[in-house]
């Protein structure tokens, strides 16, 4: 009855099916190799976030340092910096939802005492009907000497995809927190890399912008990835053999011959596909 397993193309098909199940088995390890060391990683980086702000000095020890080459181990340091806020040069971040909202970020430069700016994403805006473009009614920065704490952020960078902003003119509105190009439309010197705020002093008017919560990767989805690769290994190693069980039970259905004589067409010899066939009035064969 399973004797056709023996035979070279099915024979084949063992091997692709194992080198299948022991492939989907391998990626599923691998996700979850990856899904231990994200989950780490954001253990780490919540912790760094989480801990008592220092001196920006303290980071970033060379103030010209370019914005590629700030190191990534200093993002998500909580650091504390001083100043005053430039409202003058403030932009915003295009594209950027909260909560399913559309809307964007507030960028504004703290200037600080030696004259450098430190670019602070003071928090989130909703939609705004002048096409969010700054002042922000409502959303308008402390005057005076203001103390911010917040997570460093480097620059960032287009990736593949994505909107391009012109690379000259003064824009107010950026498509992404990108350093060199702010920089390049004031008239000072800015840090290489940004804060996300998480408080200020003094604080906020009216709580807008809203502050913008740190949201590090989560790992959940390696986890799913891991237990999608081992359901599909259980799928093929378990389904495989039902359906050769069900091409033998067919093969063996095909290689009985009917005992009942209805089954064959009556008592005659022939068979069933060929009854009733003669020929007809011009002597060729009809049904």
Not at 63 to 86: H, I, L, N, W
Not at 191 to 207: F, I, K, T
Not at 257 to 278: F, H, K, M, N, Y
């Amino acid at each position: 009855m399973y004797g056709f397993l023996r035979r070279p193309l099915w024979l084949l098909s063992h091997v692709l099916i194992a080198a299948l199940v022991v492939l989907l088995i391998a990626l599923g390890f691998w996700q979850r190799s990856r899904y231990f060391e994200e989950r780490y990683k954001s253990q780490q980086l919540q912790t760094i976030a989480r801990a008592a702000p220092v001196s920006l000095n303290e980071v970033i020890s060379d103030s010209g340092t370019a914005p590629s080459k700030v190191p990534e181990k200093a993002r998500y340091r909580r650091v504390k910096v001083a100043g005053k806020y430039d409202s003058a040069h403030e932009v915003s971040i295009l594209n950027r939802s909260r909560g399913g909202a559309p809307g964007a970020w507030v960028l504004t430069p703290l200037v600080q005492a030696d004259g450098t700016a430190v670019p602070v994403v003071r928090g989130w805006i909703p939609l705004q009907t002048n096409g969010e473009k700054p002042p922000f009614p409502g959303s308008e920065a402390p005057t005076g000497n203001v103390t911010v704490t917040g997570n460093l952020q480097l620059t960032q960078q287009r990736g593949s995809f994505g909107s391009t902003d012109p690379k000259s003119g003064t824009l107010t509105a950026l498509s992404r927190v990108d350093l060199d190009r702010f920089e390049a439309q004031l008239p000072y010197k800015i840090e290489p890399a940004w804060v996300l705020l998480d408080g200020q002093n003094p604080e906020q008017a009216d709580g807008s912008p809203a502050v913008i919560e740190l949201q590090t990767k989560d790992p959940s989805q390696n986890f799913s990835y891991m237990m999608q690769w081992w359901i599909f290994a259980l799928i093929a190693l378990c389904g495989y053999p039902l359906v050769l069980r069900m091409v033998a039970r067919n093969k063996a259905k095909g290689d009985q011959t009917p005992a009942d004589p209805s089954l064959r067409g009556g008592d005659s010899d022939e068979i069933p596909w060929a009854a009733g066939l003669g020929p007809n009035a011009e002597g060729e064969l009809s049904p």
